[in-house]
């Protein structure tokens, strides 16, 4: 499948230039700027974080020697700013390219020497938030475009979008991509680098991601604090109802969603995948996150791992209120406990409902007759991949191949890309290769954060390779 006339040789010395002379500069200005979603920023606008962030991709963007290149920055009122961007090519078949440039924030237990808007590089590793998740897609997608026509193949008309509320759950996006529908056009192949790798070694392609709905349970039983030797054993822990409540909805004991709102079956080829993967990565599947010493996994087998990850539902605790920090805490029975809830979806199941569902459980007949609200805050449709078109499957092995030396591996991911199921209604017949640099360790939302560089580069050329299959596909 792949064009014989691509000079990969050439493309992948170009690129490591590249990367090492321009992109990686580029990307420790990046990490620098914390350019938190609006979400963790309602102040965005005029803290001006996110403006500097646009105009260093736009600069640079607009530095780029490709012939017809179109760079904007569009704006709508009220909004977050997207980057747009359009190449011509030799047919008019349309390939988008997306990623963006917001910032989950700081987040806690960062090494001494590291820290969320410190670019630190370590050998391929470059530590900092946003690299990874992903500051690089703007750099690698327009350096893949420019290095098709450099090294002698040719590519279909591509449109870059970079967005900025994507960790917020892309609340602006829809917005923008009406606005834009006409200039778009129609897609026949989406490329997406914000999404994660099994490992290093080879060409991962995202075959799934999970939706999610996240918000706030509040349990208030007095009006003001009091004394805990006073009161304890006649006013109920305000902790111990929420505690009660969340047992409604999540197993103690295994953590397994109870609730058959959040569930969704599970298609036997993304069984089979999950099967292969885990076969590729063996304890590696659970072995990469950081466990104290003598800690074990949920899961009761590799591929169980990735299953559970990528397909059922789960329950995260990311935040609280009404705690105070153990050295201001008194003897105080407190009147409130509040906690941020954020629930992983299976790609198939609609948030919505699971929403609604959620909120009807947690509210109803509330012990002691205390006060008690579920309150979503956002909500993120997953996403599951159409069947592999031949042509892709081919282009992704040998891409894999080529730039990795290994074959390439499928996988879902347990996080969600909003933009995947948007585009997944708009462009029913579109192919998709959802890849990206998140492996072992890369820890992306949490301390730590790192890009690994030469996977980076590595998919530059591949999707390179792939845009030149694409553009031949028919041929």
């Known amino acids: 499948?792949?064009?014989?006339?691509?000079?990969?040789?050439?493309?992948?010395?170009?690129?490591?230039?590249?990367?090492?002379?321009?992109?990686?500069?580029?990307?420790?200005?990046?990490?620098?700027?914390?350019?938190?979603?609006?979400?963790?920023?309602?102040?965005?606008?005029?803290?001006?974080?996110?403006?500097?962030?646009?105009?260093?991709?736009?600069?640079?963007?607009?530095?780029?020697?490709?012939?017809?290149?179109?760079?904007?920055?569009?704006?709508?009122?009220?909004?977050?700013?997207?980057?747009?961007?359009?190449?011509?090519?030799?047919?008019?078949?349309?390939?988008?390219?997306?990623?963006?440039?917001?910032?989950?924030?700081?987040?806690?237990?960062?090494?001494?020497?590291?820290?969320?808007?410190?670019?630190?590089?370590e050998g391929e590793k470059l530590y900092g938030r946003g690299g990874a998740d992903d500051g690089y897609s703007a750099f690698a997608s327009l350096a893949a475009i420019e290095g098709v026509k450099r090294f002698g193949g040719e590519h279909a008309r591509c449109v870059v979008i970079i967005e900025g509320c994507e960790e917020s759950g892309s609340f602006d996006l829809p917005y923008y991509i009406e606005h834009l529908q006409e200039r778009i056009g129609d897609v026949s192949l989406?490329?997406?680098?914000?999404?994660?790798?099994?490992?290093?070694?080879?060409?991962?392609?995202?075959?799934?991601l999970r939706g999610m709905v996240a918000g706030d349970l509040r349990v208030d039983i007095l009006r003001e604090g009091v004394h805990s030797g006073d009161a304890s054993g006649v006013v109920p822990s305000s902790f111990r109802i929420l505690r009660h409540l969340l047992s409604r909805i999540e197993d103690p004991a295994t953590g397994e969603i109870t609730l058959p709102e959040l569930h969704a079956s599970i298609p036997a080829p993304r069984v089979d995948q999950a099967t292969q993967a885990a076969s590729v990565l063996k304890t590696d599947t659970y072995a990469q996150?950081?466990?104290?010493?003598?800690?074990?996994?949920?899961?009761?087998?590799?591929?169980?791992?990735?299953?559970?990850?990528?397909?059922?539902?789960?329950?995260?605790?990311?935040?609280?209120?009404?705690?105070?920090?153990?050295?201001?805490?008194?003897?105080?029975?407190?009147?409130?406990?509040?906690?941020?809830?954020?629930?992983?979806?299976?790609?198939?199941?609609?948030?919505?409902?699971?929403?609604?569902?959620?909120?009807?459980?947690?509210?109803?007949?509330?012990?002691?007759?205390?006060?008690?609200?579920?309150?979503?805050?956002?909500?993120?449709?997953?996403?599951?991949?159409?069947?592999?078109?031949?042509?892709?499957?081919?282009?992704?092995?040998?891409?894999?191949?080529?730039?990795?030396?290994n074959s390439a591996a499928y996988m879902g991911e347990g996080g969600t890309i909003p933009f995947m199921g948007m585009?997944?209604?708009?462009?029913?017949?579109?192919?998709?290769?959802?890849?990206?640099?998140?492996?072992?360790?890369?820890?992306?939302?949490g301390p730590n954060e790192f890009l690994h560089l030469t996977t980076g580069k590595r998919i530059t050329c591949c999707v390179a390779q792939v845009l030149v299959d694409h553009v031949t596909r028919t041929a």
Not at 190 to 208: A, I, K, N, P, Q
Not at 299 to 323: D, M, Q
Not at 425 to 433: G, V, Y
């Open 1 to 121: 499948m792949a064009d014989l006339c691509l000079d990969k040789r050439g493309l992948r010395d170009w690129v490591e230039n590249l990367w090492e002379e321009e992109i990686v500069p580029e990307l420790i200005e990046y990490i620098a700027i914390p350019n938190k979603s609006p979400l963790f920023d309602p102040d965005w606008a005029a803290n001006g974080h996110m403006e500097r962030a646009v105009s260093q991709i736009e600069a640079w963007c607009k530095s780029r020697p490709i012939e017809g290149l179109v760079v904007e920055v569009i704006r709508l009122e009220g909004r977050t700013p997207l980057i747009y961007m359009e190449v011509p090519g030799r047919s008019d078949d349309t390939v988008l390219l997306y990623g963006h440039l917001d910032k989950q924030p700081e987040m806690v237990g960062w090494r001494e020497d590291l820290g969320p808007w410190k670019p630190v590089r």
């Open 190 to 208: 989406v490329v997406c680098l914000d999404s994660g790798c099994g490992d290093y070694e080879r060409l991962w392609s995202t075959t799934s």
């Open 423 to 445: 585009l997944g209604d708009r462009f029913p017949k579109a192919q998709f290769l959802i890849t990206g640099v998140l492996g072992p360790q890369s820890n992306a939302h």
């Open 289 to 405: 996150f950081p466990f104290v010493e003598g800690a074990s996994t949920m899961a009761a087998s590799p591929a169980e791992a990735v299953i559970n990850r990528t397909w059922r539902p789960t329950l995260s605790v990311t935040g609280a209120s009404g705690l105070p920090a153990l050295t201001d805490a008194g003897n105080v029975l407190r009147p409130h406990s509040a906690v941020k809830l954020s629930f992983r979806l299976p790609p198939s199941t609609a948030w919505e409902p699971a929403a609604k569902a959620l909120k009807d459980a947690l509210e109803a007949d509330p012990p002691y007759g205390a006060k008690v609200s579920f309150t979503a805050e956002k909500g993120a449709k997953g996403w599951d991949a159409p069947p592999l078109a031949d042509w892709l499957a081919d282009s992704v092995e040998y891409a894999s191949t080529t730039y990795f030396e």
